[in-house]
């Protein structure tokens, strides 16, 4: 009898085993920016060009600062500023030509992107607060900006908007309405004259990056190379998913009221891209009609019933191991009417950490289970018979041992199967939510 425990658990232990090193092995990119954290799709996609970097013990930082040195090096890379021709530096007293980001700050100063401060210098070791990374860059992307008054009316919906120093209200407001605002956690905050994260910059960056695919005005004489970068390094369906020639037209900034539709509001479209985490890649489309409008939360009408949200994978995780079952998050940026109009969104899936997810908890409970007591029922029988062989009237024994042996290799067939993919077909209702407030002027 002991003989027996002693080699079906040690068969057992080997088939655990056996099925755990056949896992693939997941792991983030740095060891401070787990799977799921909000701002990992913007961190990866960034240093996986060179525009953000972590540091020599594999972390990035993110709750750390940003230095205004640093994000000037950032946005010389973004906009690939840096041609290697000669310029005429402005020789900031506190930027000496042997400082490491001598040339990017001297870069971003003749381009006008970021002024020095009172006296000739330029504090390059300074944190650079959100305020001033939402100035830098709605003026590098040639946003748009509100009027005084409509910028007045956007900070009304935050907690904090008469925190917003007046120099910089037009400008926060534009970051807001083009969708490089980022206020993660704190939905209601804004938090001007605090400084910047590197994990805010990074979704910034991120953000900005999307409205230049969309199309941003262009200016080549002061700007240089941007406004091409970004669509070099893009797949071609993402080019056609943005449509480059898309521009923002000073016709969608009606003077007027500012309807606000605040953030975490949910609406609802039919999907018109059919896409899959097993055949569709990052980067790919997505389109979804409106089949209902999207309300103010006065009931006023905002966006128009058919009007087409547009938007791009942003991220797939593939079906895992331990019926693991696949996720799929888009990054829905921007809003067509069917009068013409386009509006700048940043939004989700209304889903688990903004994603849709393959299957369902219940059935894969329900599927494990079945396996294990399927594997139970199947060891049972093998057993009794192998007992009954063995040894007549030991067959009450095979069957027990049988059984475990059974359980054990059903609930390692179920470590092992994997887990449903993500299909959307057209037809199918999507759930999409605001990640910031959508201002629209109405006349």
Do not use: C
Request: proline content about 7%; charged content about 15%; overall charge neutral.
């Amino acid at each position: 009898m002991n003989h027996t425990i002693k080699q079906v658990t040690s068969f057992a232990a080997t088939v655990l085993l056996t099925a755990s090193i056949t896992l693939p092995a997941f792991s983030a990119q740095f060891t401070d920016v787990p799977s799921g954290n909000w701002a990992q799709h913007a961190i990866s996609h960034l240093t996986g060009q060179g525009i953000l970097t972590g540091y020599p013990d594999g972390e990035f930082r993110p709750e750390g600062p940003i230095s205004r040195a640093e994000f000037a090096a950032m946005l010389v890379k973004a906009l690939h500023l840096d041609n290697g021709a000669p310029f005429n530096g402005t020789n900031f007293e506190d930027v000496p030509p042997t400082f490491w980001a001598y040339r990017p700050i001297e870069l971003v100063s003749e381009k006008g992107l970021v002024s020095g401060y009172p006296g000739g210098v330029f504090m390059p070791n300074k944190s650079i607060s959100r305020v001033e990374a939402m100035a830098i860059l709605v003026n590098a992307a040639h946003v748009s900006l509100p009027s005084q008054g409509e910028a007045v009316e956007i900070l009304k919906n935050y907690t904090d908007g008469y925190n917003v120093p007046q120099w910089g209200q037009r400008a926060v407001a534009g970051a807001i309405q083009s969708g490089i605002f980022v206020n993660y956690p704190s939905q209601n905050l804004i938090e001007p004259n605090q400084a910047a994260t590197r994990a805010e910059v990074a979704v910034m960056a991120d953000h900005f990056e999307s409205f230049l695919a969309h199309g941003a005005p262009q200016n080549e004489s002061t700007m240089g190379q941007k406004h091409n970068h970004f669509a070099r390094n893009s797949r071609s369906n993402r080019q056609e998913a943005y449509n480059t020639n898309d521009t923002p037209q000073q016709g969608n900034m009606i003077h007027g009221h500012v309807s606000v539709v605040p953030t975490n509001t949910v609406f609802t479209g039919v999907d018109v891209t059919p896409v899959s985490s097993d055949r569709s890649q990052i980067g790919d489309p997505i389109t979804v009609t409106l089949n209902r409008p999207i309300l103010s939360p006065s009931g006023n009408i905002v966006i128009p019933q058919d009007s087409q949200v547009h938007g791009v994978i942003s991220r797939i995780e593939p079906p895992g191991h331990g019926e693991k079952n696949a996720s799929m998050a888009f990054d829905f940026n921007r809003i067509t009417t069917p009068d013409g109009r386009t509006f700048y969104i940043s939004a989700e899936v209304n889903g688990p950490s903004g994603a849709l997810v393959g299957g369902s908890t219940k059935g894969r409970v329900l599927k494990v289970a079945g396996r294990t007591l399927g594997g139970a029922a199947i060891g049972g029988a093998a057993g009794a018979l192998i007992g009954g062989i063995a040894k007549k009237g030991r067959a009450d024994e095979g069957l027990l041992w049988g059984g475990l042996l059974g359980s054990t290799l059903g609930a390692a067939s179920a470590v092992v199967a994997k887990g449903q993919p993500v299909v959307v077909n057209p037809g199918e209702v999507l759930e999409i939510r605001l990640r910031q407030p959508l201002a629209v002027s109405s006349s």
